[in-house]
């Protein structure tokens, strides 16, 4: 995405899902399974606190499985921005940078990915009907 945005290769891993997203689901779901009841039972019974939160994360499993949490949101994030930035036809030079701060600093990244792409309309982006 970052250095051949627009090559064929890029856009089959990261134009397909169940490449780009899907495998860092699995491994998350795999980790998640046997740990579900301690993040159920310490986010979902009393209002996270820096505490509580570090208390989870005391567990190796659940640092990693944080990590992955962040990697599938980066990865998706990213994509989106990706296709957002060709249907801009922007270049490299702009793509990149944001593309990057969209995986370090995942939300800035995502905010400056669509400040950047005002011009693109997407399913996301455009209401399908009314809101009740």
């Known amino acids: 995405m970052w250095f051949m945005p627009r090559h064929d290769l890029t856009k089959k891993i990261v134009g397909d899902l169940r490449i780009c997203v899907i495998p860092l689901i699995v491994s998350y779901t795999v980790l998640l399974i ?6 159920l039972l310490s986010l979902g019974t ?10 989870l994360f005391s567990k190796d499993e659940l640092i990693i499985l ?5 990697l599938v949101m980066d990865t998706f994030a990213g994509r989106y921005i990706w296709m957002r930035m060709l ?9 990149m940078p944001v593309l990057l ?5 995942g939300p800035v990244g995502l905010m400056v990915g669509i400040l950047s792409t005002l011009d693109v309309e997407d ?6 009907g009314s809101v009740e």
Not at 46 to 55: G, K
Not at 123 to 128: L, R, V
């Open 46 to 55: 009393q209002m996270p606190t820096p505490d509580i939160v570090l208390e």
């Open 87 to 95: 249907a801009a036809g922007k270049p490299i030079q702009v793509s």
């Open 123 to 128: 399913d996301i982006s455009k209401p399908s």
């Open 101 to 105: 701060l969209c995986m370090m600093m």
């Open 34 to 39: 046997p740990n579900a009841s301690d993040v």
């Open 66 to 70: 944080a990590w992955l949490h962040f």
